[in-house]
């Protein structure tokens, strides 16, 4: 029976490899996902200049970014839905029964306060967003299932760090964590299919 | 519990294991996964999945994935009704 469990956790651990893959690919397409809305809303402007007519405007972005959030952060339940089985099963390493209510509850907060409270202070919100999503992705990762790899530091250190600083230098650095965790992203789902 | 893995022939451990792995695991997984996984041999690994198949566990079949045509696995009602009984005998042993 024990030999069952220790191949069953051997088997979850390649899934959840993977699982974690799709997470970094989804997450590392959001940037993207987000500014098109950016783009078609310049594009918008000029027409707007050149003939006169009005087709977007700034509440429609907001619109949009809630939309796009809304759908990322769906297809992170649906994802991750896998991850709280298996740390809530009999099959778990580590007891976490409170882990998604937690971390459900304390991205709400933090997002909300972001959105209430604006952009001045986007430096201190951010950081608090990146600590919860580093904080909780490693503490997924070592849930005793899969094994940190050094791409899982590369994208969540990165992300920790760079992710506030982008509201303060240059919005490019979203950028650099888009390729990181697109990498990183590739990389497990390689790893999850044997060829990592 | 004996009884219980005796009458589904599940006292191979790799067999429970993947019983127990497909449970946790939302959909389908591939063959080569696995195989990859448990590292045992390809005809083993068939066999194995073929005779939980007739026991109603398992589906096992072959359809499109994204890396082309695969022979993929999922647990059944009957499977995750399995599980769950185990579940609590397991914890019944536990605790």
Known sequence: MLEGEETARRIVSVELRKTLGRFYILWGSFPAAANIFVVAVATAEGARAVLGIAVFSMPWYVLWFIMVLGVYVWLTFHIFISFYRVVTSFLRVKSNKWYGVFTASYFLLVLTLWFVLGGQLAVVFSALYAVGVTFFTYSAIYSGFVRPRYYDHMALIGFLLLFPLSFVFTYAFQLVISLMWIYAGVKSLMEGCGGG | ?95
């Open chain 2, 1 to 95: 519990m004996l009884e219980l893995l005796r009458r589904y022939k599940l006292l191979n451990g790799n067999k429970l294991g993947i019983l127990l792995a497909l449970y946790h695991v939302e959909g389908y997984v591939t063959f080569s996964d696995l195989q990859s996984a448990l590292d045992m041999p390809k005809s083993s690994l068939h066999k194995f999945l073929e005779e939980m198949k007739e026991m109603g566990l398992l589906e096992y079949r072959r359809a499109i994935t994204d890396l082309g045509v695969r022979a993929v696995v999922r647990i059944t009602k009957r499977g995750q009704e399995v599980v769950k009984e185990y579940a609590e005998l397991i914890k019944k042993v536990k605790f």
